[in-house]
């Protein structure tokens, strides 16, 4: 099993940056698929970004393309989201998952089987 606590969510004005850290426990970090999603208020959860296993490979919801960037550390058992020129609409509580199981990025929420309690990012105008 993965569990997964995320850290550094926060208020920033707009065009701020912020740091999202998860950290993994268990054996099975370096071989999960890991991806960030976001859920607002009142709305669905989306996703934002993943990461391949290896950290090789990274995809990103055009949302955030440009501006957000995933990556990982196996031997320390840690994915992280760097977010940069935040826009208020980028608020919502922040997840990361695990998915097990594949061997590429995955960006179906469906696919991840280990999600974190989530952190709040508010982006203020």
């Known amino acids: 099993q993965v569990h997964l606590v995320e850290s550094g969510g926060g208020l920033v004005q707009a065009g701020g940056s912020l740091r999202l850290s998860c950290a993994a426990s268990?054996?099975?970090?370096?071989?999960?698929?890991m991806g960030w999603f976001r859920q607002a208020p009142g709305k669905e959860r989306d996703f934002v970004a993943t990461?391949?296993?290896?950290?090789?490979?990274?995809y990103y919801a055009e949302s955030v393309e440009g501006r957000f960037t995933i990556s990982r550390d196996n031997a320390k058992n840690m994915a992280y989201l760097q977010m940069n020129s935040l826009k208020p609409e980028d608020t919502a509580v922040y997840y990361c998952?695990?998915?097990?199981?594949?061997?590429?990025?995955?960006?179906?929420?469906?696919?991840?089987?280990?999600w974190g309690q989530g952190t709040q990012v508010t982006v203020s105008s």
């Open positions: 998952a695990a998915a097990r199981g594949y061997s590429t990025y995955q960006t179906s929420a469906r696919r991840y089987d280990y």
């Open positions: 268990g054996r099975t970090f370096s071989s999960s698929v």
């Open positions: 990461i391949s296993r290896s950290g090789g490979s990274t």
